[in-house]
Structures are given as structure tokens and as C-alpha cells.
């Protein structure tokens, strides 16, 4: 699950999550390929739990420094016995390779002044500095949060740029919290087609941020429950000034989780999400893609990637987290999706965008 990939000179690298949500024994894994993506190497363990912990987490985020060094942000998570999904704990990496994701080093804690701080989002080069959106946190009393970390020296230090989004009053009730889990699964329960978990705190999630061309900086936030929603709209938010400012957070007129965002040569916006699935919707489940403008005000119709082995999915956990890879004057987007009676696996599709 939860795959982040990048196109090197030597081919493409793909990390993923072997278990939801940093479910014990979860794993960061590595697989590469040529550059066609037909065949993939036997994955290597780029992170594993530590001693005391439980299990390591990671989700979009990875990327190729102009230097060449790839940057792979991780959680580590440990559970509180009894406290439930809201009770984990987690701690940021940021694991690095210098061989092209052969071998990942730097598997050591980031100092961050944030009580829970998780990983979402690429994490983009914009001359001598890095950005790096979190969620979570900041306080370990408040409701969660979009941020925005910031390193002036290769990703070595870390600071809090500035939230981009944050409701201290969200919350989220209706059918989509009463069918979530709230528990510890066993590992029956995890790999279930239709299992999806829940955390009782709300706000804003999982952030795509993406440089445009004119040096402004445009965001896609997650949410649960931001300003007494329930429609699971997602919202957006923009920066004038590199990071440092937003505007107010607004809805983006449609919902979804699993924001990801790209900047296509004509400056427009390809942003891929998974489609949420209301309680007693006949929706499809799967991974869409739209385009717009660079000020996001409006979107076009939706694309619905395709599913390699045609599965007719029936939940929409069962696939999401696209992450963009531009390659050649095209884009391929990687996502996990389902097979009964074999689980998830990561899959992609090759994107066709025309552009004016």
C-alpha cells in the first residue's frame, strides 16, 4: 500500500507500506525496475521497526535531489496497549540513498517540534531549500493539522515553515465513522478487502503541495471534519510567498482521499485522488484523475485509472495513494489496488495529458 516513486536515469524506484495505517509488523519496502516498468527486482527492506517499536509507515513523499540523492520519509510507529488506533505514537525519518534505492542509510529520528507529525506529500526542491508536508499534531491536545517543514541544508535539519491548514474545532460524525475501526485488528482484520480504520480525532490530513510555474505554491488537503463537513471534501490553499503564508483554507468542489499533485508543461494541474465511496453509494471504487488551472478554481471530468487485472472493486480501501511520476513528456501514475483472493499489490497506469 501507500507507494511513492520517482524516475532516476537508471529506471524507476517504488517504496510501499506492507500493512495499513502502521499496523504491527508493518514494513517499508523497495522495488526498482527499467525505465518501461515491466519487470520489478525482488523488494528490499529499506525500513523496519526499531526495538520498541511496532512497525514503520510510509506514503508518497519520496524524491530525487538535483544531486541525484533520493529522500524517502518514513513513521515510526508504536502502539499503547488498549488506547487504539488513536493511541499510536509516531516519529519522523527520512531515510536517503545514494545508489539509487539499492541500500537506504540515515534511519535515525527527525527533531521536530511537533507532537505527532505523519507523512503524506512529495517532498519538493525549490533552490537551497526543501519542504516537507506533514499532518498531524503540533500539539499532542489538538485536533490534526496541515504543515509545512522546511531544511536549508540537504534535509540534514528540520524546522516548522508553517501550517497550511489547520480547524480546532473539526468533527467528523455520520456513517463514515461509525463503520471505521477504532481498534487494534488482527491481521485477518487488516488484510480484509473491506476493512478500513479510524481515528476519532479529525481535521485536516493528507496535503499535496506543487510549485507552479510563476514560483507560487498550490495545496490539496485531506480533511475529516473541517467546519462541521461530511462529505469528506477535500479543500485547498495557496502561497504567495514560498511556504511561509496561506490563504484560507477553501472547498475544492469535489471529495476524495489520497491527494496527488502535478504540474503539466502548460502550467495546468493533474491531481490524482482515490474517489470516495459513500455509505450506500453506487460509486465505483478507484483512482481518479483530474485537470485544471493553476489557480484550482475549477476541475474537469474525472478519469478513472484502470485496474490491471480488471477487478470489480466493492470497497474503496481496497486501492488509492496514487503517486505522479512525470517520464518522458508523459505521466505514469502508481497506485495499490486489489485481487481477491491475493490482496494488494501496486500497479500503474500510463497517462496521456494534452495540453494547450
Known amino acids: 500500500m501507500f507507494p511513492a516513486a520517482v524516475d532516476t536515469p537508471d529506471g ?4 510501499y507500506s506492507t500493512v495499513p495505517d502502521g499496523w504491527p509488523g508493518g514494513e517499508v519496502h523497495v522495488t526498482r525496475s527499467d525505465r518501461t516498468g515491466e519487470t520489478w527486482s525482488t523488494p528490499v527492506v529499506a525500513a523496519a521497526a526499531h526495538a520498541g517499536e511496532d512497525a514503520v509507515l510510509g506514503a508518497l513523499g519520496m524524491v530525487r535531489l538535483a544531486n541525484g540523492a533520493l529522500l524517502l520519509p518514513v513513521n515510526a510507529v508504536t502502539w499503547n496497549e488498549g488506547d487504539g488506533v488513536a493511541g ?14 539499492a541500500t537506504w542509510t540515515n534511519d535515525v529520528p527527525v527533531a521536530i517540534d511537533f507532537a505527532w507529525p505523519a507523512v503524506y506529500g512529495q517532498i519538493l526542491e525549490l533552490g537551497d531549500e526543501l519542504l516537507w508536508p506533514v499532518w498531524g499534531r503540533q ?25 497550511i491548514g489547520y480547524d480546532p474545532d473539526a468533527r467528523l460524525v455520520g456513517d463514515y465513522v461509525e463503520s ?40 490539496i488537503l485531506r480533511q475529516q471534519g ?48 482515490r474517489r470516495h465511496v459513500p455509505v450506500g453509494s453506487d460509486a465505483a471504487p478507484g483512482v481518479e484523475v483530474r485537470i485544471g488551472p493553476a489557480d484550482g478554481t475549477s476541475w474537469s471530468d474525472v478519469t478513472l485509472l484502470e485496474d490491471p487485472y480488471g477487478t470489480v472493486l466493492t470497497s474503496e ?4 495513494y496514487p503517486a505522479i511520476v512525470p517520464q518522458d513528456g508523459g505521466v505514469r501514475v502508481f497506485f495499490y489496488s486489489y ?3 491475493e490482496g494488494r499489490y501496486i500497479a500503474w497506469n500510463q497517462i496521456a495529458v494534452e495540453t494547450t
Open 88 to 101: 499510536r505514537q509516531i516519529v519522523l525519518r527520512l531515510l536517503r540513498s545514494d545508489d539509487g534505492g
Open 12 to 15: 524507476l524506484v517504488v517504496a
Open 226 to 273: 473541517v467546519g462541521g463537513d461530511r462529505t469528506l471534501a477535500m479543500f485547498r490553499s495557496r502561497s504567495n510567498d514560498g511556504g511561509s503564508s496561506w490563504s484560507p483554507y477553501e472547498p475544492a468542489g469535489f471529495s476524495g482521499m489520497s491527494p496527488a499533485l502535478h504540474r503539466l508543461p502548460d502550467d495546468s494541474l493533474l491531481l490524482a485522488t
Open 317 to 320: 480501501y481496497q486501492c488509492g
Open 180 to 219: 471505521g475501526n477504532t481498534d487494534r485488528g488482527d491481521a485477518d482484520e487488516i488484510f480484509d478487502p473491506e476493512f478500513r480504520p479510524h481515528d476519532p480525532t479529525d481535521g485536516f490530513t493528507e496535503t499535496s503541495v506543487c510549485a507552479l510555474g510563476d514560483g507560487r505554491l498550490f495545496a
Open 139 to 163: 500539539d499532542a491536545a489538538e485536533r490534526w493539522r496541515s504543515a509545512l517543514l522546511s531544511s536549508t541544508d540537504g534535509g540534514l535539519t528540520w524546522s516548522l515553515k508553517a501550517t
Open 339 to 341: 485481487r481477491p483472493d
